[in-house]
């Protein structure tokens, strides 16, 4: 029989080990087809009567969640503001990276890596009594390709996603019959080769959830223009997806230099903070986090009236919880790369608002890497080294000279 001592000492050894440690959850916790791995940090300052927000950072190739959990600031910050994090733990032994590629985790509530995450974060709100209206997403690489996928399929989850270095929702399916075929690899899609017109891309994303007709989340997007894994193409691809899902010009309304690092330019969309996109001059596929401007557009750092679900909590009602039985319904089997090609209507935006926009113009020529054209940039447009490039309507820089 144990003394009361022992089982004072034992139960906050235990409440000591959880709150300061990266939490393996082996209960069922809801349908996960591929049995990806859940962890969870708990940060020390929940209360009981907390309703705290939820962050999901899925890791990169190759990474894990261990990694994912020591390599960012937000487990430190979750301690500070109190949040709670989910790392998901790719099952993919062959690289690690996350399933983008099957019909399933392409559609809402149809299997894949996407439900089994989804699964963690309704698990985590009924456990913990977590905000269901303020459930974030963010990650870098592969990860960012899971923060589109996250968004894309499954827009009543999550209020809103920052991705770095990542990839437009649905670049990385199949082509062809991809019912069944998880973690596939798009040599395509990473290098750059995969375009579509706005609509296009709004139309991949719809077609996850056809039945949706909700707000959707506001979203974030990073990526170096000299990324050589992921490139820099996906950027000005996921600035039509997201811009095209939100109703948004694709031309920005303000372009800021040197934001929130030197060198990096912020583009901003609309009026309302809905989307913006971050162009890191010279930077490679190593982009650097940028925690703290993430936690700001999550506003995971905010007491009250803070952003949620719905635009603030005051646009919409948050649509009811699934009940959590996977839909045995995925038999789509067409790519979603290939088929929306007939009945779009093409919205060319050949109009340049330059109005708003308050890039610092400079009096002398570009340096190396520097940008030097794309919509909305007002710098200088002749490079005192090397030739001016241009990437995509979005994006020219100086280059070496050939
Ligand atoms: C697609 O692939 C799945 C899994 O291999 C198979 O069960 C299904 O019959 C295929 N569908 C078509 C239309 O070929
Ligand atoms: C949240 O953090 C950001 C970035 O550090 C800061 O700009 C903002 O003022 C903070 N907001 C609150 C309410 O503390």
């Not at 986090?289 to 009250?304: K, R």
Request: aromatic letters at 12%; hydrophobic letters at 30%; glycine letters at 12%.
């Amino acid at each position: 029989m144990k003394s009361p001592i022992t089982w004072a000492s034992l139960l906050l050894g235990l409440s000591l080990t959880s709150a300061a440690t990266l939490q393996h959850i082996t209960t069922p916790f809801g349908p996960n087809p591929t049995s990806v791995g859940f962890y969870i940090y708990i940060p020390t300052t929940l209360t009981s009567n907390s309703n705290p927000p939820i962050l999901v950072n899925p890791h990169w190739c190759h990474g894990t969640a261990q990694a994912a959990f020591a390599g960012s600031q937000w487990a430190t910050w979750a301690d500070k503001h109190g949040y709670i994090v989910i790392y998901p733990d790719s099952p993919n032994v062959a690289d690690h990276c996350w399933d983008l590629s099957s019909a399933e985790g392409l559609t809402h509530d149809g299997g894949g890596d996407s439900l089994g995450i989804v699964s963690m974060v309704r698990w985590t709100i009924k456990e913990y009594n977590a905000d269901a209206s303020r459930v974030f997403v963010t990650g870098v690489s592969s990860g960012g390709m899971m923060t589109n996928h996250l968004v894309g399929a499954y827009p009543d989850v999550f209020a809103a996603g920052a991705a770095f270095a990542g990839v437009p929702f649905g670049c990385y399916a199949y082509p062809g019959n991809n019912s069944g075929v998880y973690g596939w690899w798009s040599d395509d899609c990473a290098k750059g080769r995969i375009k579509h017109t706005g609509e296009e891309w709004k139309g991949i994303v719809e077609r996850a959830y056809p039945e949706y007709t909700g707000w959707r989340p506001k979203f974030q997007t990073f990526h170096g223009t000299v990324d050589e894994t992921v490139d820099y193409v996906n950027f000005g691809e996921q600035v039509k997806q997201w811009t095209s899902i939100l109703g948004l010009s694709e031309t920005p309304t303000r372009a800021t230099a040197n934001t929130p690092v030197s060198g990096w330019t912020k583009y901003e969309y609309g009026t309302e903070g809905r989307f913006e996109a971050f162009s890191a001059a010279g930077v490679s596929h190593g982009i650097q986090n940028q925690e703290s401007t993430v936690m700001s557009f999550f506003q995971l750092n905010c007491t009250t009236g803070c952003f949620s679900w719905g635009q603030g909590g005051q646009g919409g009602s948050l649509p009811s919880l699934p009940s959590s039985s996977t839909k045995n319904s995925v038999t789509s089997t067409a790519g979603v790369t290939s088929s929306v090609k007939t009945t779009l209507t093409t919205t060319k935006v050949t109009s340049t608002t330059k109005a708003a926009i308050t890039t610092t113009a400079a009096t002398v020529g570009q340096t190396l890497w520097g940008q030097c054209g794309g919509s909305g940039y007002t710098g200088p447009t002749v490079c005192s080294t090397g030739t001016c490039t241009t990437y995509n309507p979005y994006y020219a820089q100086c280059t070496p000279s050939p």
